[in-house]
């Protein structure tokens, strides 16, 4: 599937949702929102700069990182986004935010993506050359009807090996991952900005989302055309549509995290959805407990519990 078209079906669901929960809370607001309140100052300047983020976040955030996987797979795709996210996040969230990044959440940050890292490797099993043996005692080959014994010498075609990604696909896929990271810091702050001057979270979903799929369907229309569009699969569909929804419901819960929480924060609690698709692995699919796994766990945990850990400061009175 093309990356673009699998960005922009994403992208629909939030529209799909969003939309009429909009335009009824504008025709019959709820009194618990608080809808006569006041913006903030600066809000309508805010407001392009959001637009442009989520046009970065969608065509250069989620199509990237479909890029990235198409190069150099999921194992390093992930540690490279993550570890931009958590990085630029933190940069951008001191410049554009004012909010420090202390020494604590510094350790936190390269614990977390060290952990990542360690998660991302692959396991020691499947790193193993596999050794195929052949039975050449008389009695197994006596057992075989006569069109099924084997050949004295095993053809080379059927034990293919998998080859590594060339120089070129490991430095763009890297780099796309890269560049997918950082448009995902970039919306991340200017997302939280903008919750700032008291714009509805539903209404940020909704220009993110709106965003997204006009500037991404019609990207596919005038690159792949209608017929290749309309030739996909109702399972690539469905695939695409079931993805878009579990993208949706992450959307609602990172901006409310954002709406309570430091860029910082966000990104590095977020950077734990690794070690708890090891431990799914583990549960649902019988997947073994590698020394990778147990390590990049604890790490995680220990990244967390930093993060989380406060230092005592003077409590001030204020009017």
Do not use: H
Request: charged content about 10%; some cysteine; overall charge positive.
């Amino acid at each position: 599937m093309d990356a673009y078209l699998v960005s922009a079906v994403k992208a629909a669901p939030t529209v799909l949702v969003m939309g009429p929960i909009v335009g009824w809370l504008s025709v019959r607001p709820s009194p618990t929102l608080s809808p006569n309140a006041p913006l903030a100052e600066g809000a309508l300047r805010r407001f392009p700069q959001f637009i442009l983020a989520s046009f970065l976040a969608q065509f250069f955030g989620n199509a990237a990182f479909q890029k990235a996987l198409e190069r150099i797979g999921l194992a390093a795709s992930v540690p490279i986004t993550l570890g931009v996210l958590i990085v630029g996040g933190a940069i951008l969230g001191a410049v554009l935010l004012n909010e420090p990044v202390s020494r604590r959440k510094v350790v936190a940050m390269v614990t977390l993506i060290t952990a990542v890292v360690v998660l991302s490797l692959p396991d020691d099993a499947l790193s193993k050359p596999r050794v195929i043996e052949t039975d050449t005692s008389s009695n197994a080959a006596a057992t075989l009807p006569e069109k099924t014994l084997p050949e004295k010498t095993l053809p080379e075609k059927t034990l293919p090996e998998k080859t590594l990604p060339e120089a070129i696909d490991v430095v763009v896929g890297s780099l796309w991952a890269a560049v997918s990271g950082l448009a995902y810091a970039f919306f991340g702050v200017t997302m939280r900005q903008t919750l700032q001057t008291r714009i509805p979270a539903r209404n940020l979903m909704l220009v993110s989302g709106l965003t997204g799929s006009v500037a991404l369907w019609a990207f596919c229309f005038a690159t792949l055309g209608t017929e290749t569009i309309t030739s996909t699969s109702p399972s690539q569909w469905m695939l695409m549509f079931t993805a878009g929804f579990l993208n949706f419901s992450a959307f609602v819960a990172i901006t409310t995290a954002l709406r309570l929480l430091p860029v910082v924060a966000v990104n590095l609690i977020n950077a734990s959805q690794v070690a708890m698709a090891g431990v799914a692995g583990v549960i649902l699919f019988n997947e073994p407990i590698t020394t990778q796994l147990a390590l990049g766990i604890s790490l995680t945990f220990i990244g967390l519990i930093i993060l989380a850990r406060r230092t005592r400061a003077p409590i001030v009175i204020t009017d």
